[in-house]
């Protein structure tokens, strides 16, 4: 039992360290500045949904 998890322990790190191809840095850094611009422009399109609905609402129930 402990022998297999030693072997799985050492297939995963020989995985990690000789067969997988890590990202650059500038990879890496392009792909977080499209993610963190994506994650903007859907926070404001959302933002812009709830302002518009909360108009609607007030609008069709007025306090």
Same mark, same amino acid.
């Not at 890496?28 to 609607?56: E, G």
């Given at each position: /039992?402990?022998?297999?998890? $030693?072997?799985?322990?050492?297939?995963?790190? !020989?995985?990690?360290?000789?067969?997988?191809?890590?990202?650059?840095?500038? =990879?890496?850094?392009?792909?977080? /500045? #499209? #993610?963190?611009?994506?994650? #903007?422009?859907?926070?404001? $399109?959302?933002?812009? /949904? !709830?302002? $518009?609905? =909360?108009?609607? /609402?007030?609008? #069709?129930?007025?306090?």
């Amino acid at each position: /039992m402990f022998n297999k998890i $030693v072997n799985y322990c050492k297939a995963c790190y !020989d995985e990690l360290a000789h067969k997988t191809t890590w990202p650059s840095r500038a =990879q890496l850094t392009h792909s977080a /500045m #499209v #993610v963190i611009s994506a994650s #903007v422009i859907i926070a404001l $399109v959302v933002f812009a /949904m !709830d302002s $518009v609905f =909360q108009r609607v /609402m007030e609008f #069709v129930y007025p306090r």
